[in-house]
């Protein structure tokens, strides 16, 4: 079959009314490359080269775009329903493949109309249906106690942003998190203070992320890590000390702490060069955790 040519897909993708982006996934924070007129009716006209979770983001907040990443890292396509502007919206996103490639390098992202006209049985059953999908592939990546990421998928995660990164020759940065003489205060209120403590704590940093790409994970303990594509080490460990004063500001009493009357946390701060990098992500990411583990 002859390829077509790219500006004849360009005035295809132009004349169809309903909101269309194309977004390059192989590249860091996942840039907007294409966005046709009708996309301006739900969102800024000025998207190209911003980060594609920054977009969602703006438009359908951030809960939906942290969804939205974790479909995009794990190369599947899914649907969900919005409302912008007050219209019903149903967003779908799916990656585009060559014939000769075997993870794709594009992801489309449409916003089809009058997802809410049909029958509300029909809308609601697909709706759980969607939340039914969501909740299987959660039960295997999420930690239990925290209900944020697991260590297996962080590396996943970490894992993939970590080969983008190495054929762009950027860098990855990694945060880690370890909330101080945590042993003790788990002695002096019990298990179930302890998880309560850990849930705020990392809901804390959590919200103190700066994009949606940026990913946590608690990997074990009183151990949380966070991945980010910043990669300027002082702006890095600056953004590190913001997150340690938000859990000292919690005002979780500790009465056995040795740095305070409060729960605080260590940090500490890795940038990584993939380009120079002789190790493997897992190899990296292993040094790291042995070292903090320490």
């Known amino acids: 079959m002859q390829r077509i040519n790219k500006k004849i897909l360009e005035q295809l993708i132009a004349s169809t009314s309903e909101p269309v982006l194309l977004v390059r996934i192989d590249q860091p924070d996942w840039p907007v490359v294409l966005a046709n007129p009708a996309f301006a009716t739900i969102g800024s006209d000025e998207v190209l080269r911003q980060p594609f979770a920054d977009v969602i983001e703006k438009l359908a907040g951030r809960e939906l775009a942290l969804e939205v990443s974790e479909t995009v890292r794990s190369q599947q396509e899914t649907n969900f329903s919005v409302e912008l502007k007050k219209r019903d919206y149903l967003l779908v996103i799916k990656p585009l ?38 909740r299987i592939r959660d039960l295997s990546r999420d930690d239990p106690v925290t209900g944020l990421l697991n260590q297996r998928a962080f590396r996943e995660i970490f894992e993939h942003d970590w080969a983008v990164a190495k054929r762009e020759q950027g860098a990855l940065s990694v945060v880690t998190f370890t909330l101080n003489d945590f042993d003790a205060y788990v002695d002096v209120f019990g298990r179930h203070a302890a998880d309560s403590c850990l849930r705020r704590a990392g809901r804390a940093i959590l919200r103190n992320l700066r994009r949606a790409s940026d990913v946590i994970a608690r990997t074990d303990g009183a151990r949380f890590i966070v991945l980010s594509h910043a990669t300027e080490e002082q702006g890095v460990q600056q953004f590190a000390g913001l997150i340690a004063t938000s859990v000292r500001e919690l005002g979780l009493h500790h009465p056995r702490s040795q740095s305070g009357k409060f729960v605080t946390v260590s940090q500490s701060v890795d940038v990584a060069d993939t380009a120079s990098e002789t190790r493997s992500a897992r190899e990296f990411l292993d040094d790291l955790l042995s070292r903090v583990a320490e």
């Open 97 to 134: 493949f060559l014939p000769t490639e075997e993870s794709a390098r594009f992801y489309a992202a449409y916003w089809r109309r009058g997802v809410g006209s049909g029958p509300a049985e029909s809308a609601e059953v697909h709706q759980a249906l969607l939340k039914a999908k969501r």
